[in-house]
């Protein structure tokens, strides 16, 4: 699909929800954004605050609504509607409230967007991208969750200041769920193509100071000013370009894992080829040992919510 075509459904038009349609309106990802929640009077004011500065983004059109058939016909559905993050709360502790609400949500959805690629943005996201492929019905492929690509860019913000560099410069990855289970993979960080593990900036106790921040900053921004948006809304645009543009991108999104490093059953991010059908195809990258031990705790430690949550 071209630049700016179809239409992409926001389902949710909270923080992250209207944000995302704002940064995917700025982008010119679609020519046409919906919003669609149950709370009819927010979600009509937010997608009428975003038409009202249409005039300055790439040609598109946006609408709200609290009835699901705006969301007809749909070439990318993004998911952000779920229970808040509060405070003191894992992204865990929600799953089951939001696997609920899953169950309620997804069959009008797939009834009204039949052929849509579905991106889930709501956490704990793993499972919650787990439960929407089993409810659904729909091929793992294009039912996909945003997965670490957050937690990847900002692992390389830190790594980028540390070694006082521009982000782009940073290649690496964090895998695993998106959550305090996740897994910061130096083996294959690079810098310019340097090894992260050879530069004098990142010895062995500033990565592990690294990894730890990227784990702890959702919960420093939720607990500051209540929710995290900004960063969200556009590591999810970044997908969405990959999805509508047919990109063919490499991004740590969760998918369904089926022999990955013997890891098996479970929705966990890796670096995946994401395209218009959704997930096209994932990456094994090479991991040495204790990456390798860390990424299968992440995967018991996923397939165990989502086993609680009946799934």
Known sequence: MSAGAGTIAVVGAGAVGATYAYAALMHGVARRVVLYDVDGAKVRAEALDLAHGIEYVPMGS?????????????DLVVVTAGAKQHP???RMDLAGTTV???RTLLPGLVRVA????????????????????QISG??????????????SSRLRYLVATACGVA?????????????????????????????????????????DRLAREVVESAY???????????????????ISQAILRAEGAVLPVSGLLEGYHGISGVCLSVPSVVDG???????????????????????????????????
């Open 62 to 74: 946006v609408e709200g609504s609290d009835e699901i058939d705006i969301c007809a016909g749909a």
């Open 88 to 90: 003191g709360q894992s």
């Open 100 to 102: 609920a609400l899953m």
């Open 114 to 133: 039949p052929d849509a690629v579905y991106l889930m943005v709501t956490n704990p996201v793993d499972v919650v991208t787990y439960a929407a492929q």
């Open 138 to 151: 729909l091929p793992p492929a294009r039912v996909l969750g945003s997965g670490t690509v957050l937690d």
């Open 167 to 207: 982000v782009r410069n940073v290649h690496a990855y964090v895998l695993g769920e998106h959550g305090d289970s996740e897994v910061a993979i130096w083996s294959s960080a690079t810098i310019g193509g340097v090894p992260a593990r050879e530069l004098p900036e990142l010895g062995a106790s500033v990565r």
């Open 220 to 238: 420093r921004i939720i607990e500051g000013k209540g929710a995290t948006n900004y960063a969200i809304g556009l590591a999810a645009t970044r």
């Open 277 to 311: 059908t959704g997930v096209s195809r994932q990456l094994e990258i090479p991991l040495d040992d204790a990456e390798l031990a860390a990424l299968r705790a992440s995967a018991d430690s996923v397939r165990e919510t989502a086993r609680r949550c009946g799934l």
